[in-house]
Nanobody
């Protein structure tokens, strides 16, 4: 059974940085893609970034160049390095696992989710 547990969320000022971590257990080969999503109050959950087992990463336009997703398959940890944070990045951040990163921005393609970690960016 796949289990995901996020950590690293915090409150920071605009321009600051955070690194989120997601401890992954029980991932099988079929759970090829690991991704980060976020959801702000009153908004839909959106895909932020996805990475496949080979390390190939994809990003949504609003974070490209500021965020970096990576995975340590030996330690079973997924990371999201977030730099140059903006107030619009404020949200609950979730890690998720699924079969393919082709549709990393679509929540319904992911079968397992963590509980989330809160990121708050103040101006």
């Amino acid at each position: 059974q796949v289990q995901l547990a996020e950590s690293g969320g915090d409150s920071v000022q605009a321009g600051g940085a955070l690194r989120l971590s997601c401890a992954v257990s029980g991932v099988t080969y079929s759970q090829y893609c690991l991704a980060w999503f976020r959801q702000a109050p009153g908004k839909e959950r959106e895909g932020v970034a996805g990475v496949n087992r080979d390390g190939y990463a994809s990003y949504t336009d609003s974070v490209r160049g500021r965020f970096t997703i990576s995975r340590d398959n030996a330690r079973n940890i997924l990371y999201l390095q977030m730099n140059s944070l903006k107030p619009d990045d404020t949200a609950m951040y979730y890690c998720a696992s699924g079969r393919s990163c082709r549709y990393f921005q679509i929540p319904t393609y992911f079968t397992t989710w963590g509980q989330g970690t809160q990121v708050t960016v103040s101006s």
